[in-house]
């Protein structure tokens, strides 16, 4: 009779000790166990120690609640403007109802890559290349926004998407080069011409202030010899004003016109020209 009985205690024990092994279960913060009952779903299960009738009565499947980061493979897009582009992007997304992500959905992980994929295309297909590459951020949101519309059913919540590589093709790359080649040499010379126009304008302002008081240009012109003697130059150059050289080259004028000069009050004759007479023939006497 004892001998029945440690068998018996032996096998209990056994069976707790199976039954502990099997249907215990430690499920940490940042998971979610889905508990099935002979193929129903009849809880979800929050962090911390669960136990679960073993023997495949209960099964209890885990899911992930942290944020899953996915590479969305490089795809081929044709832009608006009939450009072909390579893109990748990556998605952000987490699972917000466990109990959606196991029932609603086969595969979450692989539905959001599919959507992503499609979106993608769809999306950038309806985008210029210049609001693919400088509006950036629009681009992002508007995906976000339609992929989350899909995987909401799904209790999955995409939280960023970011459209990571744009390959251009080399003949695109080119004339990208060229165009802003050709918008740096209009920016330069759109800035010459405003330095040039206030210069302008900043020796217009001198001009009047000179005007307004003569002895400033003689002052300037001391200046500028003093400037001059500063420096060891072998030529120096000694700017002399209009109205003494002015008598001088009216009278190089009348020259040139071959009249001389004229008398002071006095006109030149024949209107300042030269007149040159032939002499006369001398004959000779009769008889001779």
Do not use: C
Not at 88 to 115: E, L, P, Q
Not at 124 to 129: A, D, N, Y
Not at 177 to 189: P, V
Not at 257 to 266: H, I, R, T
């Amino acid at each position: 009779m004892g001998g029945i009985f440690a068998t018996v205690v032996v096998l209990v024990v056994l069976i707790l000790l199976v039954t502990v092994g099997t249907g215990f279960r430690v499920i940490y913060e940042y998971e979610r166990g889905v508990v099935f009952r002979l193929g129903r779903l009849i809880d979800v299960k929050g962090p911390g120690p669960r136990l679960i009738i073993p023997f495949g009565i209960d099964r209890l499947l885990k899911i992930d609640l942290r944020i899953n980061v996915h590479q969305v493979p490089a795809q081929d897009v044709i832009t608006k403007d009939n450009v072909t582009v390579r893109v990748t992007a990556v998605v952000f997304f987490r699972v917000v109802d466990a109990r959606d992500a196991y029932v609603k959905v086969n595969d979450y992980r692989s539905s959001i890559s599919t959507a992503a994929q499609t979106t993608l295309r769809s999306i950038l297909g309806q985008s210029t290349l210049d609001e693919l590459l400088s509006q950036r951020e629009k681009v992002n949101a508007e995906l976000q926004t339609v992929i989350d519309e899909q995987t909401e059913p799904w209790g999955v919540k995409v939280t960023a998407v970011e459209v990571k590589d744009v390959d251009l093709p080399q003949s695109m790359q080119r004339a990208m080069a060229l165009q802003a080649e050709a918008e740096r040499e209009k920016r330069a010379k759109i800035i010459r011409a405003e330095g040039e126009f206030q210069s302008a304008q900043q020796l217009s302002d001198a001009a009047v202030v000179i005007g307004k008081e003569p002895a400033t240009l003689q002052l300037r012109y001391l200046q500028t010899l003093s400037e001059i003697g500063t420096e060891q130059n072998t030529v120096v150059v000694f700017p002399l004003p209009l109205d003494l050289v002015q008598p001088f080259i009216d009278i190089s004028s009348r020259a040139r016109q071959g009249g001389g000069p004229a008398e002071p009050g006095k006109p030149a004759e024949n209107g300042g020209r030269a007149v040159v007479r032939a002499p006369r023939a001398v004959r000779p006497p009769k008889g001779a």
